[in-house]
């Protein structure tokens, strides 16, 4: 595996709350990817925490017996990563209502497995772009309903509206997803880079021959270029030599 991590403020941006990290042990490897929200400081604050605490304690599980024990350990961890950003924005009023969205991929040797709440998103690349994740949002709600199709959605005034994320006072829907397909590449990605570039520009940069540090430079670089109106973070793992 040959894993890449970046992020950057963008062009229009005062701050960067995208946060984007991983680790590795043994055979396992677990990356993040937070979007963080919320003024001032807050989504920072947010982003920061929320991943700090999952990559630390990721690895405190025990032995994994099969999925849904999994599925229960990346749960627990995000409800106890949801507790302390609530407890945080009690305790500080100028980080009252902050949060982040959050993506995790987490591959144990044999499987992969995605969880996310928010609209940060995970996909896998073999020959073209496929999105796993569905976005956490007021215009995805309305899609799913059958109120207004895709092409609505894509130019929704409330298309960036969230209705889940680490750090809201209701119940998590949080995400599972076993891989059971081949693929050549897994990225995950804040809004700053699927808001800014096409699935096919997506794809022509992870087809490049070049590193996985060089396609995750371009994808940042190409991201400003045609939009670069938010943060961007990118966490790209490839199976096989960078």
Known sequence: MAISAMTDIGIKRAVNQDRAVYKIKNHEIVGVLCDGMGGHLAGEVASTLVSRYVIEHFFDHSPFL?????????????????????????????????????????MDGKNTYVSHVGDSRAYLYKDTLKQITA???????????????????????????????????????????????????ILLCSDGLYNSLSSQQIEEILQKNASVDQKTECL???????????????????????
């Open 135 to 185: 976005d956490d949002t007021f215009v995805n709600e309305l899609v799913k309903r059958g109120l207004i199709n895709e092409e609505e959605a894509s130019h929704h005034p409330k298309r960036n509206v969230l209705v889940q994320a680490i750090g809201i006072k209701e119940a998590l829907r949080i995400s599972f997803y076993k891989i059971e397909e081949d693929y050549r590449a």
């Open 66 to 106: 099969d999925d849904e024990s999994i599925h229960a350990w990346i749960s627990s961890l995000l409800l106890t990563a949801n507790d302390l950003v609530n407890k945080e924005s009690d305790m500080h009023s100028e980080y009252a209502g902050m949060g982040t969205t959050i993506v995790i991929c987490y």
């Open 220 to 242: 940042i670089q190409s991201a400003n270029e045609f939009g670069g109106l938010d943060n961007i973070g990118v966490l790209l793992i490839e199976k096989g030599e960078a």
